[in-house]
């Protein structure tokens, strides 16, 4: 019955030859262009660390003086600390791991003559921040505690730098020489880039190939290096990389069960009403603690823009829908005359309804087809933009299947209403009319 | 014409006509509003910067000598860049619109109290103000005896001791509501600074909300850290020159520097508004796209009603209805579909602009998108409902004796 029911289906679609592509064009465009941005967005919510996010954490602690709104954009919380408040966090050791880092960007001055001086991001860090995010060494490893006590001016570079400057051998123990000082090589990382760079100020850089050296934080303060990212200060006084009143740092904790995170929470409240005692943090204490996902959530690092074009994809795979739906119901209802002599032949609505249904899947399956090449196109043309996610536009074997589902429900949906109208045609009643 | 029949025979058609209302409004709604935000991405791409954009070019300077002179250094490139044949201006300045590099400073009207109002500093050489073109409509330029370093080595200090400003017309309606802001004092730092100046536009380096992109302060301050952006203003048509001579010029004179950003100001915008223009080129085609398959559903559900009625087209015709009144039938029916979308679709682009103004930073859907909507939806229908229709004109008399 089925491979008759398809027969009958392609021939009333070949009937209307124009129509038919026309109603395949539509759902195609509908699909691809969800296809597309639901692709885009889904690698771009994908977990940067998988198997260690859920232990990842980011303390918000609010030093700003009362006065400030928290709705201006230009002052709301965005969880950068004041160096003295990381230095705390630091110290006080109640986390598994715990470290502040910054963004910055430096001159690499490479030794063979025939290179000029670059500049490169990279990161400040402190020494638990590679063991925290289970950065991957190809060679060497990072720094301890005491190195950044100390000053130590070690490096660890990512393997596109260390290519660039030492070739294919990790350049362990060399020296490179950024802005106007020596940093000896200590480790060589694995083409790491989590996507998106969470650790990070969440910007419109999050996503693409970011940092290429990693320094310890104190060593990078006192050579004046430059850092990058919102620096914000408030009040009078020095406005100071060390001052408390400038927020610029960002700091990560790992916390390895629910308990520890729990008793963390209780330590930044206590913080925050032990700095009170001394003249500081003005607002009620209202200390959080973010995990990782639910933090790049709140920071929004998805661009308002792409969630836009997915809402506007998805309107128009809404309206091709309701679009299909009045074409195919206009179509079957045509053919009541035909309906009716069937139905008076003896068959039964669910043999009606399983034929125009067959004929709508024909038609969502052509368009998921279509659909499948124009989300091809789509994410081509998504990769050309020269926005750090593009590269992770690439649609994989989920969204594939992902893409066909979608197209076959959409048309199925559609041809459904269609399709229980048209076996509800009385039998041979049309045919009195006639 | 009597719409009676012509509505009992909708009736007949409820859940299609009703799907078609649906698809029209739902079109009307979207359409609507993606026209109002091309609009509005539109105007922010036309910002007047303040600046003379086509005759500017601009190159960014790192010195990697940590023991120079930053103020000989800058003195000397700016000589030797002034040299090159067509430039008629250039200064050395720590930011400009659209390059994201903001210094913002809470900007206060007294001593000591915190404030939400910030606004961007510009600091640039004596020659800022006539190299960038910046329009000055009150007050005057900084003299020479008020110019010092922006002490960027201790944390920008110069801000605490600077005398004067030259503030933009916004942020002074901002400060000082329907009064002069010439003579009035300001708090950027620690100490008073008084207002000599007053330009008209000077946008901000990078867009916040509309109101406050223009909150910009000139000080008399010369950039003294080895990171400088040195800008020239030549002849349009002498631009494409400049910027292959300016890197020479500076690197003849001390190469032991990063040169990098050396491009127009128009590039600099271009590059500074390209998601814009992505946006607007995606919105543009999900409105032609809607509008195509609206265009297409009602062009096929016509035509399906013309061929299931051609015998009662044909009896009408014989009982001597004119092509025309067959025509103009057709044509009033999808005139009232559409119209019924159109109300409905009215009422979901304002639901729809409430959704996006809460999520997206949109500001209200103005009343005159409504009739536009509506008459490119008519017009829409219209046209796509012709050929259909005339097909059922074509229809002939003897038709009504014929079984389908």
Not at chain 1, 226 to 249: A, E, V
Not at chain 1, 351 to 362: T, Y
Not at chain 2, 204 to 223: G, I, K, Q, V, W
Request: positive net charge; proline residues 5%.
């Amino acid at each position: 019955m089925f491979g008759y029911y398809l027969a009958l289906a392609l021939r009333s679609l070949k009937r209307s030859k124009v129509l038919t592509a026309l109603m395949i064009l539509a759902i195609g465009l509908g699909i691809g262009a969800s296809m597309t941005m639901i692709t885009v967005l889904h690698v771009m919510s994908g977990d940067p660390l998988p198997g260690r996010s859920a232990q990842l954490f980011v303390p918000r602690l609010d030093a700003l003086p009362l006065e400030r709104s928290k709705t201006s954009k230009d002052s709301a919380p965005n969880g950068n600390l004041t160096w003295p408040d990381a230095m705390n966090l630091l110290r006080a050791h109640q986390a598994d791991r715990q470290a502040a880092m910054v963004a910055g960007s430096a001159p690499i001055r490479p030794a063979q003559g025939s290179l000029r001086p670059f500049f490169q991001p990279g990161h400040y860090v402190t020494a638990d921040f590679f063991p925290m995010f289970g950065a991957p060494f190809r060679a060497g490893s990072g720094w301890t505690a005491q190195d950044d006590e100390q000053r130590a001016r070690v490096v660890v570079l990512n393997a596109e730098l260390n290519r660039k400057l030492f070739g294919d051998t990790p350049g362990i123990g060399r020296t490179v020489r950024l802005k106007n000082t020596d940093f000896r090589v200590i480790g060589v990382l694995d083409d790491w880039y989590p996507q998106p760079t969470f650790y990070a100020q969440v910007n419109d850089r999050s996503f693409g190939k970011t940092d290429q050296f990693f320094l310890p934080l104190q060593t990078a303060l006192d050579l004046k290096f430059d850092f990058s990212g919102n620096f914000m200060c408030w009040g009078n006084g020095s406005s100071g990389r060390t001052s408390d009143h400038c927020t610029w740092l960002q700091f990560w904790v790992q916390l390895d069960n629910p308990a520890k995170a729990q008793s963390y929470r209780q330590f930044l409240g206590d913080y925050w009403r032990e700095q009170q005692t001394h003249g500081r943090f003005p607002r009620p204490a209202d200390a959080q603690l973010y995990g990782l996902m639910d933090w790049l959530t709140r920071q929004q690092v998805i661009p308002s823009d792409l969630r836009l074009q997915l809402w506007l994809a998805l309107g128009f795979l809404g309206v091709c829908m309701v679009n299909i739906v009045g074409l195919l119901l206009a179509k079957f209802l045509r053919r009541s005359g035909e309906v009716s002599v069937r139905r008076a032949l003896g068959a039964q609505r669910r043999d009606i309804f399983l034929q125009f249904g067959i004929e709508s899947a024909v038609i969502g399956l052509a368009g998921g087809v279509l659909g499948l090449a124009i989300a091809e196109l789509g994410l081509w043309s998504v990769r050309q933009r020269p926005d750090g996610y593009a590269q992770l536009a690439q649609m994989d074997a989920a969204m594939l299947l992902g893409t066909f589902a979608l197209a076959v429900c959409a048309s199925v949906l559609a041809g459904l209403l269609p399709a229980w109208r048209a076996c509800h045609i009385a039998p041979a009643l049309q045919l009195k009319t006639q | 014409m009597s719409l009676r029949p012509l509505i009992s025979s909708l009736t007949r058609h409820k859940l299609t006509v009703l799907l078609l209302v649906l698809q029209v409004s739902l079109t009307c709604a979207i359409v609507c509003n993606v026209v109002f935000m091309i609009a509005n991405r539109t105007a922010q791409m036309r910002q007047s910067s303040g600046l003379v954009e086509d005759e500017l070019v601009t190159i960014e300077s790192i010195g990697l000598d940590e023991n120079e002179n930053s103020l000989a250094r800058h003195a000397a490139d700016l000589a030797a860049l002034r040299n090159i044949p067509g430039v008629t201006a250039v200064a050395a300045i720590d930011a400009l619109p659209f390059n994201g590099n903001d210094w913002s400073n809470g900007i206060a009207t007294a001593p000591n109290v915190d404030t939400d109002l910030t606004a961007t500093a510009y600091d640039g050489t004596p020659g800022e103000l006539a190299t960038l073109g910046l329009h000055l409509v009150e007050g005057r330029d900084f003299l020479p005896d008020e110019y010092l370093p922006m002490d960027s080595a201790h944390d920008w200090a110069g801000i605490n001791r600077v005398p004067v400003t030259i503030i933009t017309r916004a942020l002074a309606e901002r400060l000082f509501p329907r009064q002069s802001a010439l003579g009035k004092e300001i708090y950027p730092g620690d100490n008073p600074v008084r207002i000599v100046g007053v330009v008209d536009h000077l946008l901000r380096p990078h867009l916040r909300e509309a109101a406050s992109n223009d909150y910009s302060t000139l000080f008399p301050m010369l950039p003294d850290s080895n990171d400088v952006t040195y800008v020239l203003r030549t002849a349009p048509q002498e631009r494409e020159r400049v910027l292959k001579q300016m890197a020479d010029a500076l690197n003849r004179l001390d190469g032991n520097r990063v040169l990098r950003q050396a491009q127009t100001f128009s590039q600099l915008r271009a590059d500074f508004f390209r998601r814009n223009r992505t946006m607007i080129g995606l919105l543009l085609a999900a409105a032609a796209g809607l509008l195509f398959v609206t265009a297409l559903g009602i062009a096929g559900l016509a035509s399906f009603w013309v061929q299931q009625r051609r015998r009662s087209i044909g009896i009408r015709r014989a009982l001597g209805a004119t092509r025309n009144d067959v025509l103009h039938y057709f044509q009033t029916e999808n005139f009232l579909i559409v119209s019924g979308g159109i109300v409905l679709g009215m009422l979901l682009a304002y639901a729809l602009n409430m959704v996006l103004m809460t999520h997206y930073e949109l500001p209200q859907l103005p009343f005159l998108y409504l009739p536009i909507g509506a008459v490119l939806l008519w017009l829409l229908g219209q046209g796509a409902v012709l050929g259909p229709a005339l097909r059922a004109a074509a229809v002939p008399p003897v038709m009504a004796t014929r079984a389908d």
